[in-house]
């Protein structure tokens, strides 16, 4: 029986004077100590050498040095660690527990999440699409015939396997899917990835995430195009922006315009990011080209609609005031995680 106690004792000596930090070492005191044919089982196997008038009190002993061994792993796994080292006091509750490391949103998530759900709230459903397109739906069912000049305004990966396979350049291409189904009317925004062949710079990139907007119905006007996009310029940037209408050219509308802002670092006044003119183009809109509802098999005489485009990045670089587009796919921590606790 003495002997056991002694045993015991110094068992416990070691495990205290132990440290686990890691999964081997875990591992290791596992086998040893808890295994099947670890020392616990062993000093068990001794119980039958125990004159009986002493197995009561050896029994309680052997249990005893079981859950200190136990909770040490439990503990040692748990990274809690040991603080005392005395049994009694193995825990220590008014220690500073361990934080977790918190994760964060990336940012154009977070914009892109903040820019569906004002649109959701008007009334727009959400509508995907693969990214890997073909020519009619990118292409020519938006106004754009083979050799097109316009073509050449998005540069295009195309797919060695099939001619006709593409990278989709903008989410148009799944408002043509969604109009060709037939449903009418039709209230959808498109957002997703996009690719476009272009030189990466600090302003522009080879992908990219687009939202882009539909609406079609009968009598739709340009003037629901403005509001709804005065709407969504408001509740993204508050209500002291200005916006204003520039003419402009999309094959798939007409009219065409493109959507400024005013400049929200220098409050419209001229600085580097709007060039000094105190605005910022944010997104290209228009009335859904009739020849596009015809194309869809929509009678463009019945229905009429608007169609918007917008990209996120460009949202994002306003709104956190980023400068540099590169950064939002380069996966370095020390600036993603400064987006933890935004909008
Ligand atoms: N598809 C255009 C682009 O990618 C944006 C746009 C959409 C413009 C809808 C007008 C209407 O640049």
Redesign the pocket.
């Known amino acids: 029986m003495d002997q056991l106690v002694k045993q015991i004792e110094q068992h416990k000596k070691e495990i205290l004077a132990l440290t686990l930090n890691n999964k081997e070492d875990l591992e290791a005191f596992r086998i040893k100590y808890l295994g099947t044919k670890g020392l616990l089982k062993l000093i068990m196997g001794e119980m039958k050498n125990v004159p009986a008038d002493q197995k009561k009190e050896a029994g309680q002993l052997l249990n005893e040095f079981k859950i200190f061994t136990e909770s040490f792993y439990e503990e040692s796994l748990q990274g809690i660690g040991f603080t005392n080292k005395k049994l009694s006091a193995l825990i220590d509750v008014t220690l500073p527990g361990e934080s977790l490391p918190l994760g964060s949103r990336h940012p154009i998530s977070i914009v892109h999440n903040k820019i569906v759900s004002i649109f959701q709230r008007l009334g727009f459903s959400i509508a995907e699409g693969p990214e890997i397109e073909d020519d009619w739906h990118n292409f020519t069912a938006l106004n754009l015939p083979e050799n097109h000049p316009a073509r050449d305004m998005?540069d295009t990966f195309y797919i060695s396997q099939n001619p006709d396979w593409l990278l989709r350049?903008?989410?148009?291409s799944v408002?043509i899917r969604e109009m060709e189904k037939g449903n009418l009317p039709l209230r959808i925004i498109c957002p997703g990835r996009?690719y476009r062949n272009e030189t990466i710079s600090a302003r522009a990139h080879c992908f990219f995430n687009?939202v882009?907007?539909?609406y079609i119905a009968e009598n739709v006007s340009f003037a629901d195009l403005k509001q709804t996009l005065y709407f969504f310029v408001q509740e993204m940037f508050g209500n002291d922006v200005k916006v204003r209408f520039r003419p402009s050219y999309?094959p798939?509308?007409e009219p065409?315009a493109e959507m400024d802002i005013s400049c929200l670092i220098c409050n419209g006044e001229g600085c580097n990011v709007c060039k000094k003119t105190g605005w910022v183009e944010i997104?290209?809109?228009?009335m859904v080209h009739p020849q596009v509802l015809d194309n869809c098999g929509i009678d463009s005489k019945k229905y009429t609609g608007f169609?918007?485009?917008?990209g996120v990045e460009r949202i994002t670089m306003l709104t956190y005031q980023v400068k540099d587009l590169r950064l939002f796919s380069e996966n370095d921590v020390r600036f993603l995680k400064q987006f933890t606790n935004a909008v």
Do not use: K, R
Not at 169 to 172: C, E, K, P
Not at 283 to 286: H, I, Q, T
Not at 307 to 310: C, E, K, L, Y
């Open positions: 998005q350049t903008h989410t148009s408002q996009v687009q882009e907007g539909l999309f798939f509308t065409s997104l290209g809109c228009g169609a918007f485009g917008m």
